[in-house]
């Protein structure tokens, strides 16, 4: 499985990003797609996932600003972020993983900056 995400770069406070993440390979489903980050210094962490079934998992820090959606013909997995704060500044990586299976599968990463 490859995941390429895109969309990332540098946004003032306040403003909006979308990023998406195209899956290829051999992909099993149903699965569990979204999106981690992790800051320098920091460790990785939860921001949204969303099952094959729309059933979706946010991070407390990002409800009410980030939405996550997908298209499952098309395989893709996509953040809508809005109000960023410099504090959402981090790599972004998608993320997937199919039920019942132990593997997970990550892209490369994308950077979002906000400044101030």
């Known amino acids: 499985v490859q995941l390429q995400a895109s969309g990332g770069g540098l946004v003032q406070a306040g403003g909006s990003l979308r990023l998406s993440c195209a899956a290829s390979g051999r992909i099993h489903r149903p699965n569990t797609m979204g999106w981690y980050r992790q800051a320098p210094g920091r460790q990785r962490e939860l921001v949204a996932t969303m099952s094959s079934g729309s059933t979706t998992n946010l991070a407390d820090s990002v409800k009410g600003r980030f939405t996550i959606s997908r298209d499952n013909a098309k395989n893709m997995v996509y953040l809508e972020s809005n109000s960023l704060k410099p504090e959402d500044t981090a790599v972004y990586y998608c993320?997937?993983?199919?039920?019942?299976?132990?593997?997970?599968?990550w892209g490369k990463g994308t950077q979002v900056t906000v400044s101030s």
């Open positions: 993320y997937l993983r199919g039920v019942g299976y132990a593997a997970e599968f």
